[in-house]
Each structure stands twice: as C-alpha cells, then as structure tokens.
C-alpha cells in the first residue's frame, strides 16, 4: 500500500468530514465522513461545487472566507460555521477550518468540517430564553436582579426597580452599594444580615420598607437565591415585589380587629351583666332575658371567629406538612365533648399527610359544630370520612339537617357574591373557605340530598404533602 492510500484509509476513519477544494470551491476529493455527516456517498460529491450545498444566507459570507484564506500571501487560517444541506434535504450546522497551505502532492485546498448542529443549536435555544427572559423583565412590575458573589457588582437589574427602590439603575449599577441607601434605616441591618447569609450560600426570605423619596413608605417583599457553582457561590439573584397595598389593608384589618372587638366585648359584656341583673329582680322576664343572653352570646361568639378570620388572612406563613388523619380525630374528639347528646359516626380515616394551612384544624371544628348549631334539637346525626386520593385527601362530613342554604353553599364553594355577605349567619363558614382557599384546597357541598330536603354532603379537598 502507498504511503497516499495509508493516508487515505486513516482520514477515511476520522470523525470530522475532510475535503479538498480547488479555487474555485469545487470537492477533488472527499473522506468518508462526508456520508455520516451529511449522507452523501463521496462520489456523488467530488466534481461538485462545495458552495451550492451551503444555505443561501450563509453562502456569500463561506466563499468570501474561503477565497480570502487561499489568496492571502502568507500562511492564514479561517474559521467559518454555515447550513450545509444534506442527501435528504434537511440542513446540519457545520464548523469549518480552511487553510492557503497547499503542495504539489494535494490537488487543491484542506479544508476540515466537523458537526456542530448540537452545539448551534443549543446556544441559539439559550440565547432565545435569555431573550425572552430580558423582554419579561423589561415589562414585570417585579424587581428582577442579580449580583455577584460579594455584592460588588451588578449583573442585571430591571426597570421596576426605579419605580419602587426610587433610585437609578445606572447609579446602581456604578456603585452597588447605593443599594442599602434605598433600603428604610431602621431595615437596613437586617438587610444586610440576609446579604450576608445569600453571600455565605444561604436562601433567605424577607419583608423590608424602601424608597426615601417617598418617605420609605413603599414594602417589598424579597426572595434571594445564591447560585453556586461546585459548592461555591457565585452570583446571587432574585426578586423584589411592591407590597405596599397588601401592608396597608394589613393595618387596616388589624386597627378594625381591635376597635371592633373592644367596643363589641365591652358593649356586650355590659348588655349580658345587665341580663344577670334583670333575671335576678325580675324572674317573670326569664323569657325575654333568655333571647337576649343567646344573642349576646351568639354575638360574642361571632367576635372570636371574626379574631380567628383576620388572623388567618394576615398571617403569611406558607403551608406545612399536616397530619390529617390526627387532626381530625383529634376534632371528631373535641365536638363530642362539648356536644355529647348528638351523634358522629366515624366511617374510616385514611393516614394522609397534606400540605395545609395550621388553621385546618379551626375548619374541620367549624365543619362539625355548625350540624349542633343548627340542629333543632341539637341532636343531629354527622357521619365523618377521610380518603386519600391520587391528588392527596378527601374530607366528608355528612349531616341529617334541613339543606344548607345556597347563599351559605356558595360561601363554601367560594361561588360568593361579597354583596351578599351580610346574609349569610355567621363567619364561620368563612374560616373554613379561606383555611381550605390558603391550603390550595377546595369544598364541594350537596345540599339536600334525601328525598324530603334533607341532609348535607360537605366535601374538603385537600393537596398531597410533597415526598
């Protein structure tokens, strides 16, 4: 064997596609990779201009490369990537190095391609998200940002965060530390403990006050995420979003929770000792003073419920992992002692652990006293059923009453008319809708579900816990 077809038989083996292209780009010769990578048999190829099977966009750019590589006088290289198509029509992106080194011994200019359609188009698939992910913070009402490891650099920060930080990205960006000028005075500390702990690796999740030119009245709640790199840190990111409004209606639940629970306490307190004093003088009123004591009480009762409401939609801890099966057994347990004349069945509770709201526990109370509270002889019948479903746990509490009203099944289902709150009875069927609601669950009701009218199916579905 020559020493040429040695050579041969060896470039016939290489993965990158070599060829051998005269002036005027036409193939003299081509290696076997040529069909793997584009499925041509060499043959079909040789003879054949190289430029006619690159894509027309690329095609004017390849052969001004090529020509100037093979008239430059001295020894030059050039790199070049282009659609080359293939034998069934479709197109690979090749990376092609071409050279002016030439010899009697070769009938033309080496130029080797390898397949780069991987690598192409991965970079093209990053660099449309990152687009699209610049044109979703140009537009977000969020504070979208990310900093170096030591906070000293800025590597993106969007818009919004001169509306609500009330500061300059270009300040920002040429001195980070602007960043805590913005931060309350009062917050600062805490901010930059939570740099801190980003900066050491750790996740944080903060409220904090901003913005002095508006008196740092504005509320961010912020999220922080280091990203690390082999255990190491190395850039820090999140978002900040404005909270201002969810703070204000906050305060102004708690300042009515207050007012209207001490006046209403104090008020009712004074009616029900009045009561007291008028049963003990004048015992032929007993009637009368028994209505106004069941109202009071029913009035005092509904104060706590509204305490329990507002607690539960100002508190903004996240849902926890809840025991399901304990927490209602440990409910079934609790209405039984305070109602032992009644009766509640339990027809099976399968272990199921949720993810939930810690006011879960409130709801299914609220669920089983409302069947005695609206008894007639306070002695109903209530059947009780946990099941774990494919989706995570199913709650049925079954009643013997006169149906449910469907201004009162709307609150439940959450099909409500906040025009109509004034007519439901109570809130408490409103504790169970917003602890069920913030557990990501729902409610079900059938109202009347035997033949006179009768008997109610309330039906609490609730996620899975998380593995």
Same mark, same amino acid.
């Given at each position: 064997?020559?020493?040429?077809?040695?050579?041969?038989?060896?470039?016939?083996?290489?993965?990158?596609?070599?060829?051998?292209?005269?002036?005027?780009?036409?193939?003299?010769?081509?290696?076997?990779?040529?069909?793997?990578?584009?499925?041509? =048999? #060499?043959? /079909?190829?040789?003879?054949?201009? %190289?430029?006619?099977?690159? &894509?027309?966009? @690329?095609?004017? +750019? *390849?052969?001004?490369?090529?020509?100037?590589?093979?008239?430059?006088?001295?020894?030059?290289?050039?790199?070049?990537?282009?659609?080359?198509?293939?034998?069934?029509?479709?197109?690979?992106?090749?990376?092609?190095?071409?050279?002016?080194?030439?010899?009697?011994?070769?009938?033309?200019?080496?130029?080797?391609?390898?397949?780069?359609? =991987? #690598?192409? /188009?991965?970079?093209?698939?990053? %660099?449309?998200?990152?687009? &699209?992910?610049? @044109?979703?913070? +140009? *537009?977000?009402?969020?504070?979208?940002?990310?900093?170096d490891a030591d906070w000293s650099e800025v590597l993106f920060v969007n818009p919004a965060y001169?509306?609500?930080?009330?500061?300059?990205?270009?300040?920002?960006?040429?001195?980070?530390?602007?960043?805590?000028?913005?931060?309350?005075?009062?917050?600062?500390?805490?901010?930059?403990?939570?740099?801190?702990?980003?900066?050491?690796?750790?996740?944080?999740?903060?409220?904090?006050?901003?913005?002095?030119?508006?008196?740092?009245?504005?509320?961010?709640?912020?999220?922080?995420?280091?990203?690390?790199?082999?255990?190491?840190?190395?850039?820090?990111?999140?978002?900040?979003?404005?909270?201002?409004?969810?703070?204000?209606?906050?305060?102004?639940?708690?300042?009515?929770?207050?007012?209207?629970?001490?006046?209403?306490?104090?008020?009712?307190?004074?009616?029900?000792?009045?009561?007291?004093?008028?049963?003990?003088?004048?015992?032929?009123?007993?009637?009368?003073?028994?209505?106004?004591?069941?109202?009071?009480?029913?009035?005092?009762?509904?104060?706590?419920?509204?305490?329990?409401?507002?607690?539960?939609?100002?508190?903004?801890?996240?849902?926890?992992?809840?025991?399901?099966?304990?927490?209602?057994?440990?409910?079934?347990?609790?209405?039984?002692?305070?109602?032992?004349?009644?009766?509640?069945?339990?027809?099976?509770?399968?272990?199921?652990?949720?993810?939930?709201?810690?006011?879960?526990?409130?709801?299914?109370?609220?669920?089983?006293?409302?069947?005695?509270?609206?008894?007639?002889?306070?002695?109903?019948?209530?059947?009780?059923?946990l099941s774990r479903t494919d989706d995570g746990a199913e709650l049925v509490v079954e009643d013997?009453?006169?149906?449910?009203?469907?201004?009162?099944?709307?609150?439940?289902?959450?099909?409500?008319?906040?025009?109509?709150?004034?007519?439901?009875?109570?809130?408490?069927?409103?504790?169970?809708?917003?602890?069920?609601?913030?557990?990501?669950?729902?409610?079900?009701?059938?109202?009347?579900?035997?033949?006179?009218?009768?008997?109610?199916?309330?039906?609490?579905?609730?996620?899975?816990?998380?593995?």
């Open positions: 064997m020559s020493r040429s077809d040695s050579y041969g038989v060896l470039l016939d083996k290489a993965q990158d596609k070599v060829a051998l292209l005269d002036e005027t780009g036409t193939y003299t010769y081509v290696n076997a990779a040529a069909e793997r990578i584009l499925g041509f =048999d #060499r043959d /079909e190829l040789v003879g054949t201009n %190289a430029f006619e099977y690159i &894509h027309p966009q @690329e095609r004017r +750019a *390849v052969r001004r490369t090529f020509e100037g590589a093979i008239r430059t006088p001295e020894f030059t290289e050039a790199t070049t990537e282009y659609r080359h198509r293939t034998r069934d029509g479709s197109w690979v992106w090749l990376e092609s190095r071409m050279s002016n080194l030439t010899d009697g011994e070769l009938d033309g200019f080496v130029v080797s391609s390898r397949n780069v359609t =991987d #690598r192409v /188009e991965a970079e093209r698939g990053r %660099a449309e998200a990152a687009s &699209h992910l610049r @044109e979703i913070a +140009a *537009v977000s009402n969020d504070v979208l940002w990310m900093f001169e509306d609500i930080y009330g500061a300059s990205v270009d300040e920002l960006r040429g001195d980070p530390d602007l960043f805590l000028d913005a931060v309350h005075p009062e917050d600062r500390a805490a901010v930059e403990e939570a740099m801190e702990l980003l900066a050491a690796g750790k996740s944080t999740d903060m409220e904090y006050r901003v913005n002095p030119g508006e008196n740092y009245n504005r509320w961010v709640w912020v999220q922080g995420e280091p990203i690390t790199e082999d255990g190491e840190v190395v850039r820090i990111t999140g978002f900040a979003k404005d909270i201002t409004d969810r703070r204000r209606r906050e305060r102004q639940l708690v300042v009515m929770d207050n007012l209207l629970r001490h006046n209403l306490r104090n008020d009712l307190n004074i009616v029900l000792g009045r009561v007291e004093e008028l049963e003990a003088d004048v015992p032929e009123a007993a009637e009368h003073t028994a209505v106004i004591r069941r109202v009071g009480e029913r009035l005092l009762d509904t104060a706590q419920k509204e305490r329990e409401v507002i607690e539960l939609i100002t508190d903004q801890r996240e849902t926890d992992r809840i025991d399901l099966r304990s927490v209602v057994a440990e409910c079934v347990e609790t209405i039984r002692d305070r109602h032992p004349e009644g009766s509640i069945a339990v027809d099976g509770l399968d272990a199921v652990t949720v993810d939930g709201h810690c006011e879960l526990r409130s709801a299914v109370i609220e669920l089983l006293e409302n069947t005695f509270q609206h008894s007639d002889d306070g002695t109903p019948t209530v059947t009780v059923r013997d009453l006169r149906a449910i009203p469907a201004v009162e099944a709307n609150v439940l289902t959450g099909d409500h008319d906040m025009t109509h709150v004034y007519h439901s009875s109570g809130l408490g069927f409103w504790l169970v809708y917003w602890s069920v609601e913030l557990s990501n669950g729902s409610v079900a009701v059938d109202a009347g579900t035997e033949g006179d009218g009768r008997g109610n199916r309330i039906t609490v579905s609730l996620p899975q816990a998380a593995e």
